[in-house]
């Protein structure tokens, strides 16, 4: 019996010390503070790592609350943005969409209206008079069943109902968010719907490869795989137009500091208050999962690959954040300390069609599927 107690009390210390040693140097968020009932439905807080990095995520939004990443030295850092409370998430304090899922279609459509066989749709004007990233509801509003949850992966389902934010269709979508055991954050989608519909999906997670709230990112270095960009009007929707990015401050296949020429004089870093546009992406729309952007921050080594099968990556170079609310450790999020890289189709496409943007459309009997993966390493 006593050897038996030895062995219980060993196996308690050395699982212990594994704990500590795998989240050493992190601050976990609470998961009381994400434990409550939201339009009748559960909501709880998810904690995944493949050993070397760890995520939490809430399923209100499927959200992406923290994101731990060492630095070359082996320093942990927390690398996206968040709340400590999912209070602050539902009741939308300060930016809305940090660390979502956004659809069910990302980015913009122009005047909130489109057209699908005929039928004009109404979408709710939710950003200067456009839909913004689905609407007042879209998925990032909405809470996710969590379909299974392991140590390394979570998978989420919703079922958006027919007429959501205006959109028709009953529209089913799984997400699986995993860490694979190549540092890699991945999300895989799949929708289907009972009735013709848009889909668009993307996530928006805001990146500083140096820590939330930890400084600018304008010395972050900055690789695209895009000869072409979608530029917009004064609303930032397209014009239609399909604009090389040879001799602007847009070309970045070769790898640029993102502040080396955002003050440039022109009128789509206006627009935007820096970079916030689509970049047409250098390949087939053939469903290949191909490398086509890389963020890098020098002080600390982090690098960032972003992986994806679509044909956009909208670059955000946080201009719209002014540090009046702070993030998740009370520091405030200030203009131009945040990075998103969005994997999607182009925005405004089912109003682009006599452009030549892809289309987004989606009919009953088939399958929606994407795959993002954003993959972290240090030189």
């Not at 609470?30 to 760890?54: P, R, S, W």
């Not at 086509?292 to 954040?321: H, I, K, W």
Request: net charge negative.
């Amino acid at each position: 019996m006593k050897h038996l107690f030895y062995a219980l009390a060993a196996f308690l210390l050395i699982g212990c010390c594994g704990e500590q040693a795998k989240n050493e140097g992190i601050t976990l968020m609470e998961k009381a503070n994400f434990q409550a009932e939201v339009d009748g439905k559960q909501v709880d807080l998810y904690t995944l790592t493949n050993g070397q990095i760890t995520m939490q995520v809430t399923n209100f939004g499927a959200r992406v609350v923290s994101l731990w990443v060492p630095d070359r030295e082996g320093k942990m850092a927390d690398v996206v943005l968040g709340y400590e409370t999912l209070d602050r998430y539902v009741n939308n304090t300060g930016e809305r969409f940090l660390g979502a899922v956004v659809g069910r279609v990302a980015n913009r459509i122009g005047a909130g209206e489109f057209e699908l066989d005929g039928v004009k749709y109404t979408t709710p004007q939710n950003n200067n008079g456009q839909t913004l990233h689905g609407g007042e509801k879209g998925v990032d509003m909405v809470v996710w069943d969590v379909v299974e949850a392991k140590e390394d992966a979570i998978v989420l389902r919703v079922v958006l109902p027919d007429g959501l934010d205006g959109f028709p269709g009953n529209l089913d979508i799984t997400m699986t968010y995993s860490l694979t055991a190549d540092n890699e954050f991945r999300v895989d989608y799949l929708a289907t719907t009972d009735k013709k519909t848009v889909v668009n999906l993307s996530h928006h997670s805001f990146f500083n490869l140096k820590g939330e709230a930890a400084g600018t990112i304008l010395d972050h270095e900055l690789w695209i795989k895009g000869d072409r960009i979608t530029p917009t009007d004064a609303n930032l929707i397209p014009t239609g137009e399909l604009r090389s990015v040879e001799g602007t401050a847009f070309d970045f296949r070769e790898p640029h500091l993102i502040g080396e020429r955002i003050e440039a004089d022109d009128e789509q870093l206006k627009n935007g208050r820096g970079y916030d546009l689509n970049w047409v992406l250098e390949r087939e729309d053939n469903g290949e999962i191909m490398h086509v952007a890389t963020l890098y921050e020098p002080a600390s080594g982090r690098c960032m690959d972003v992986l994806t099968d679509q044909v956009g990556l909208q670059f955000y170079s946080g201009n719209f954040f002014d540090g009046t609310y702070n993030g998740k450790y009370g520091k405030p999020l200030a203009f131009r300390e945040s990075v998103a890289l969005e994997t999607q189709k182009w925005p405004d496409a089912p109003n682009q069609a006599e452009a030549g943007f892809p289309s987004i459309e989606l009919n009953a009997g088939e399958t929606y599927s994407q795959v993002c993966i954003y993959k972290f390493y240090t030189k």
